[in-house]
């Protein structure tokens, strides 16, 4: 009789067992494959690196809704008639440029007034407590203390370049009638412009030409470029209808460079004159 010999079955159960991880394996990888979103989740680790987002540039309402409240009206009375025994309304625009309580107008817009009165967009009405004026320059500084929630503008550079874009806000008149906050686009169309003057400033100031449309009521108002910094104090324009000639878009405002060391002079003359009274 032939004895049975009974095979080892190691080998069998070694490839068994390698076959059944390989299943696993493969099992494994066909879920991962079909989770939802887990395939996008890959390049979560390179995320740092992308470029972080950067604030939006500031629009022209971003621009009018930071600086048009520090933009008020100048409102005056001044004498009228054969013997200065009546009396008129008129007003202006002028600028909020220091949190000490300073204003910024034309010296034409309070020229000869009986009283002067600022009245801020909001409706707050502010007191002249003083004031200071240089003739030559028809720069002029109210001084009304300082405003609770006002914010005094940006002087710029005055680094411009003829084709900029400005824009003007300001206080025009049509009548009886003003229009509170106006503003009106346009671009710088020439700079320093020489001996262009209604009288009422030196022909020696070189003017900033723009062609924003700038009205009875827009002089000592604002001009600003286009990142919100002032840079103009519109002051004149040349109106059409003079004798035979039409002009249109011509109007001109005095540069920060030259209005700002103005008005700093004119501040310290009134803070000297307060500090004296004390």
């Not at 190691?10 to 076959?19: D, N, P, Q, R, V």
């Not at 906050?181 to 020696?204: C, E, K, Q, Y």
């Not at 910094?229 to 920060?256: D, H, Q, R």
Request: proline share 6%; with cysteine; net charge negative.
């Amino acid at each position: 009789m032939r004895p049975v010999v009974r095979r080892r079955r190691g080998g069998e159960t070694l490839i068994l067992a390698a076959f059944g991880l390989l299943c696993a394996l493969a099992g494994a990888l066909i879920l991962l494959l079909l989770r939802p979103g887990d395939a996008r989740q890959a390049p979560a680790a390179s995320a740092s690196a992308l470029p972080e987002a950067t604030e939006a540039p500031s629009t022209l309402a971003d621009l009018a809704a930071k600086w048009s409240g520090s933009v008020a009206e100048v409102e005056i009375e001044y004498p009228v008639g054969r013997r200065f025994n009546t009396t008129e309304m008129g007003n202006g625009s002028g600028v909020y440029i220091d949190p000490r309580g300073f204003f910024l107008t034309n010296y034409h817009v309070i020229e000869d007034a009986l009283s002067v009165l600022v009245r801020l967009p909001d409706g707050r009405e502010l007191s002249v407590i003083d004031s200071a004026y240089d003739r030559t320059y028809d720069l002029a500084v109210l001084y009304t203390g300082p405003v609770e929630a006002l914010a005094a503008v940006e002087a710029g550079s005055g680094a411009l370049r003829v084709g900029d874009p400005v824009f003007a806000v300001g206080y025009p008149r049509v009548g009886d009638d003003v229009l509170p906050g106006t503003l009106t686009l346009g671009v710088v169309s020439g700079l320093n412009r020489m001996d262009v003057t209604a009288g009422n400033i030196s022909p020696d100031v070189g003017l900033i030409q723009l062609d924003a449309a700038i009205n009875a009521g827009n002089s000592g108002g604002a001009l600003f470029d286009m990142t919100g910094m002032l840079v103009g104090i519109p002051t004149m324009k040349i109106a059409s209808g003079y004798g035979e000639e039409s002009f249109e878009g011509l109007a001109f405002a005095i540069p920060v460079d030259v209005a700002w060391p103005v008005s700093a002079h004119l501040m310290d003359e009134i803070l000297a004159k307060e500090t004296d009274g004390q």
